[in-house]
């Protein structure tokens, strides 16, 4: 239906408004939980991981979590939306963006297959329907029982819309209202009522909506607004039992395949474009098109889901499984003499003996690579700092960043010398002032995926310079230092490294807590267990089990 006057003026204003109160706290006041019961005898935080916590602002859903949302409460799962604001307070882009979010899954009402009207809404206006609908559709949106003014403004919104409007017309400004809304739009948590301190217990209600938030990017389901208004979160049983349901869900087996990407940064990061949008040189790598790119990632996240939750769940398995979910193109790329033979035919096959796990996969060698070659320092710089969480800080402002392709000649003694790009990036980063104390960390990570090019094929020689790449390395300020000889050597210490699992592991707590984890908590959530056991599944079983994951620092 197209939007009049009065709906413009409305949404905009909702929106507008809606921001500024939750900048001040209005509506983030939780309704429904008062008579709680604390599952401690006081409602502190027992752990010091949790005392610690940092001050969790309202956190506003991003794109995927916004559009997941969306989908799953109106049963549509074609929805897509634009909100490309970063999190944070409400601007008037940001406000656009909603009306349009909320106009483009109002418009998509034929692809519905949830209930989200009560009643016929072509028919004549009945208002136990409107009634019946705030109470319903908007709790579930907001993920907890409304406040009464939020019941009063809802309603205040259709009467004035109904003033101008038909009735269905003005039930689809209700709907899109709601999709636009703080209490929709932001995750509030201001903890239980009675709580005075600034670290507080979380009520039921924002239990479950954390919870769904970090297992499945979504808001939470039927079942598990039913626990938390039955009470059945305040338990580490309960909240558990709901982890493990949940875990079993498609929902989660897509979330934690996304957060694996993530963490690999296939979606592009400060120096890289996401993986889907990598420009190769068509002359050394004729085979790129976007179908082979979306392959490569399509390979790896199903490698995920497969060690996650149908094999083992072990996290060494990641770095050192053989097996690969390949296409015709994959086939070929990986030199597999039987496999699929088309771009439509997939098969789980073994890899040869010179790959092992998700950092000799393709997608990770083409994104950490540029136009031409390979790109060592990137490879290294994102294991150094994502996998063995070390911080190395900016590099000096005056760094040369220019691509080093190999290749060139130089003089070595009276002799014409052409440098590889390992020797060349040496040559720049461990001779330069003030660059040597951060390429030592790096530079040999690097090396070692020399015997992979630009697009993740196996090279004895570079493509460039026409030299034989060289993989052996040594490592140090590791828990692993030592001599190594290639990608899979390097990629078996990774897999049982215990600095490796624990930074895997803050990387986790990071999610469940929507901010920075203390440091403290590298003893909490299960960490500890982590790093001796290796089991995944029991490492997000662990945090949600955790104090830390049942309380929010909320500040002054």
Same mark, same amino acid.
């Given at each position: 239906?197209?939007?009049?006057?009065?709906?413009?003026?409305?949404?905009?204003?909702?929106?507008?408004?809606g921001g500024l109160l939750a900048g001040v706290g209005c509506i983030g006041n939780i309704g429904g939980?008062?008579?709680?019961?604390?599952?401690?005898?006081?409602?502190?935080?027992?752990?010091?991981?949790?005392?610690?916590?940092?001050?969790?602002?309202?956190?506003?859903?991003?794109?995927?979590?916004?559009?997941?949302?969306?989908?799953?409460?109106?049963?549509?799962?074609?929805?897509?939306?634009?909100?490309?604001?970063?999190?944070?307070?409400?601007?008037?882009?940001?406000?656009?963006?909603?009306?349009?979010?909320?106009?483009?899954?109002?418009?998509?009402?034929?692809?519905?297959?949830?209930?989200?009207?009560?009643?016929?809404?072509?028919?004549?206006?009945?208002?136990?329907?409107?009634?019946?609908?705030?109470?319903?559709?908007?709790s579930r949106a907001f993920r907890r029982p409304l406040t009464e003014p939020e019941r009063s403004r809802l309603r205040q919104t259709y009467d004035e819309a109904r003033l101008e409007?038909?009735?269905?017309?003005?039930?689809?400004?209700?709907?899109?209202?709601?999709?636009?809304?703080?209490?929709?739009?932001?995750?509030?948590?201001?903890?239980?009522?009675?709580?005075?301190?600034?670290?507080?217990?979380?009520?039921?209600?924002?239990?479950?909506?954390?919870?769904?938030?970090?297992? +499945?990017?979504? !808001? *939470?389901?039927? $079942?598990?607004? =039913?626990? &938390?208004?039955?009470? @059945?979160?305040?338990?580490?049983? #309960?909240?558990?039992?709901?982890?493990?349901? +949940?875990?079993? !869900? *498609?929902?989660? $087996?897509?979330? =934690?395949? &996304?957060?694996?990407? @993530?963490?690999?940064?296939?979606? #592009?990061?400060?120096?890289?474009h996401p993986l889907e949008e990598v420009t190769k040189e068509a002359a050394l790598y004729p085979e790129v098109d976007a179908t082979l790119l979306a392959a490569m990632r399509i390979e790896t996240e199903a490698l995920v889901e497969k060690i996650m939750f149908e094999g083992s769940g072990q996290f060494s398995e990641l770095w050192t499984s053989r097996e690969a979910y390949v296409n015709g193109a994959l086939a070929e790329l990986?030199?597999?003499?039987?496999?699929?033979?088309?771009?439509?035919?997939?098969?789980?096959?073994?890899?040869?003996d010179e790959r092992a796990g998700l950092l000799t996969r393709a997608a990770f060698l083409t994104t950490y690579a540029t136009a031409t070659v390979t790109a060592p320092i990137r490879r290294g710089h994102w294991i150094r700092e994502e996998l063995l969480c070390d911080e190395l800080g900016d590099p000096p402002p005056n760094v040369d960043d220019t691509p080093l392709e190999g290749g060139e000649v130089i003089d070595q003694n009276g002799e014409p010398d052409v440098l590889t790009v390992r020797e060349a990036t040496d040559l720049r980063t461990m001779e330069e002032t003030g660059c040597a104390s951060c390429h030592q960390l790096i530079n040999s990570l690097g090396f070692a995926f020399e015997g992979f090019d630009g697009i993740g094929r196996v090279q004895a020689v570079e493509l460039v310079s026409g030299e034989p790449v060289d993989t052996e390395v040594?490592?140090?300020?590791?828990?692993f230092d030592g001599t190594y000889d290639g990608a899979v050597d390097v990629s078996s210490a990774i897999a049982t490294s215990e600095k490796a699992r624990a930074c895997f592991a803050k990387h986790w707590f990071d999610r469940a807590l929507g901010g920075e984890a203390p440091e403290t908590c590298d003893d909490d959530g299960g960490t500890r267990a982590f790093v001796e056991s290796g089991n995944m599944k029991e490492l997000l079983i662990g945090m949600i089990a955790s104090d830390a994951f049942r309380y929010v620092n909320v500040g002054q």
């Amino acid at each position: 239906m197209a939007t009049n006057t009065y709906q413009r003026r409305s949404l905009t204003s909702l929106a507008a408004v809606g921001g500024l109160l939750a900048g001040v706290g209005c509506i983030g006041n939780i309704g429904g939980d008062g008579d709680r019961s604390a599952p401690t005898p006081q409602n502190e935080p027992a752990s010091q991981c949790a005392l610690d916590l940092e001050v969790r602002p309202g956190l506003r859903l991003t794109e995927a979590q916004y559009v997941a949302s969306v989908r799953d409460l109106l049963g549509d799962p074609g929805y897509e939306a634009q909100l490309e604001a970063e999190p944070g307070l409400i601007t008037q882009r940001a406000v656009r963006q909603l009306q349009d979010a909320a106009a483009t899954a109002v418009s998509r009402r034929s692809s519905w297959t949830q209930e989200v009207f009560p009643c016929d809404t072509t028919g004549p206006e009945d208002l136990a329907c409107v009634e019946t609908f705030i109470e319903g559709f908007a709790s579930r949106a907001f993920r907890r029982p409304l406040t009464e003014p939020e019941r009063s403004r809802l309603r205040q919104t259709y009467d004035e819309a109904r003033l101008e409007l038909e009735f269905g017309d003005a039930m689809d400004v209700l709907l899109r209202v709601v999709l636009q809304s703080p209490a929709f739009v932001y995750l509030f948590e201001d903890g239980v009522p009675e709580a005075t301190g600034e670290v507080r217990l979380l009520t039921d209600h924002e239990v479950a909506a954390r919870l769904s938030y970090f297992l +499945l990017g979504s !808001t *939470p389901d039927d $079942r598990l607004i =039913a626990a &938390a208004d039955a009470g @059945e979160l305040a338990t580490t049983e #309960g909240l558990q039992a709901h982890a493990e349901r +949940l875990l079993e !869900t *498609p929902s989660a $087996r897509r979330s =934690a395949t &996304a957060f694996v990407s @993530e963490m690999l940064q296939l979606d #592009g990061g400060l120096l890289h474009h996401p993986l889907e949008e990598v420009t190769k040189e068509a002359a050394l790598y004729p085979e790129v098109d976007a179908t082979l790119l979306a392959a490569m990632r399509i390979e790896t996240e199903a490698l995920v889901e497969k060690i996650m939750f149908e094999g083992s769940g072990q996290f060494s398995e990641l770095w050192t499984s053989r097996e690969a979910y390949v296409n015709g193109a994959l086939a070929e790329l990986y030199g597999l003499e039987e496999g699929p033979a088309d771009a439509d035919t997939w098969e789980w096959v073994t890899l040869p003996d010179e790959r092992a796990g998700l950092l000799t996969r393709a997608a990770f060698l083409t994104t950490y690579a540029t136009a031409t070659v390979t790109a060592p320092i990137r490879r290294g710089h994102w294991i150094r700092e994502e996998l063995l969480c070390d911080e190395l800080g900016d590099p000096p402002p005056n760094v040369d960043d220019t691509p080093l392709e190999g290749g060139e000649v130089i003089d070595q003694n009276g002799e014409p010398d052409v440098l590889t790009v390992r020797e060349a990036t040496d040559l720049r980063t461990m001779e330069e002032t003030g660059c040597a104390s951060c390429h030592q960390l790096i530079n040999s990570l690097g090396f070692a995926f020399e015997g992979f090019d630009g697009i993740g094929r196996v090279q004895a020689v570079e493509l460039v310079s026409g030299e034989p790449v060289d993989t052996e390395v040594e490592i140090a300020f590791t828990d692993f230092d030592g001599t190594y000889d290639g990608a899979v050597d390097v990629s078996s210490a990774i897999a049982t490294s215990e600095k490796a699992r624990a930074c895997f592991a803050k990387h986790w707590f990071d999610r469940a807590l929507g901010g920075e984890a203390p440091e403290t908590c590298d003893d909490d959530g299960g960490t500890r267990a982590f790093v001796e056991s290796g089991n995944m599944k029991e490492l997000l079983i662990g945090m949600i089990a955790s104090d830390a994951f049942r309380y929010v620092n909320v500040g002054q």
